[in-house]
């Protein structure tokens, strides 16, 4: 047991199984007192039940932690809500938030239905604003927290995932958005793009080269959660961690420009256009142009 958050009070969701149990269980053990939220569904989101959220509340507990359970969706105001009111409730304040639960259904976008879109965006995207909304109500006023959203390298774009990817994209600007609304109150806020063995990531229909356990991410949590990370000012911020590896990612910005003196014309933007602005190739799509020649030679391709 180390002490990174010895005094804190730590609300994790979907910590129940995979990552969010891994991070539940190490704010514990750094010193955290604990609200396990799950709402203990399928990948999909189907067949809930309280008993997962529970199980990870009895192994903090006989590891000598404190912690408590919810079992409700996150992906409703109420629910969100309710992750910190109880942590307020059973502990009288909340530190950080990790918001990691999520679900997949994955089609091609030709042929996603609205069943497919509505619940991935209204889990990952709305969920991490329910949780987000509710504590920074509570840390504005107690000038100091932290707000961690859980994104994916799927942000970049994704075949058959567009509804996945388009709800962690969003994760990240919604992060941004935190990070700079509330830097004034002392709250921090940043993103983490996990790549770990779970039951999410066996189903992914490749082989992924750079990929380690859910410890992993939860180590880097628990330093997000810490004193020490926001004393060096980490907000906004994306982190890959995948295994041994952590990376940050580049903040958006403009790469080139063109001023048109008088106004834009479509004739003058096609002469101007693709000389001097041009593209910013996109990694994922030389990625997938890759897979496709693999998969038509018959190997498993690589990610
Ligand atoms: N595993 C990876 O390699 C990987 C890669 C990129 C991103 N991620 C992200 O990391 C997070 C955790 O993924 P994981 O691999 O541990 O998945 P997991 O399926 O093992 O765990 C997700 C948990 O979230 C819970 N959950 C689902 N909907 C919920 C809701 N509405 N309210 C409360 N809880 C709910 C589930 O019951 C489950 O226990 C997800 O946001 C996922 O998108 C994971």
Redesign the pocket.
Known sequence: MGNFLAGKVVAV??A?????RAVALAAAAEGARVVV?????S?E?ASPTSE?AEAVVKEIESAGGEAVAVA????TMA?GQRVVDVAMASYGRIDGVVC????LRERMLFNMTEEEWDPVVA??LK?TFTVFRAASAVMRKQRAGTLIG?T???HQGSVSQAN?SAAKGGIISLVRSAALGLNRYGVTANAV????R????AGVPMELTE?GE?EDVAALVVYLLSDGAAEQGITGQVYTVAGPKIAVWAQPRELRSAYAVGGWTPERIAEVLPGSVGVDPMPMLERVREMRRAAAEGARPNA
């Not at 129940?16 to 969010?20: D, L, Q």
């Not at 409700?72 to 992906?75: E, G, L, N, T, V």
């Not at 793009?193 to 770990?196: D, K």
């Open positions: 969701t979907g129940g199984r995979g990552i969010g939220n799950d709402y203990g569904v990948v989101g997962v409700d969706d996150i992906s629910g990691v639960a999520g679900i889990t990952h969920g859980f994916s390298g799927n996945y793009a996990p790549v770990a779970t039951r999410m990531s990929i859910p």
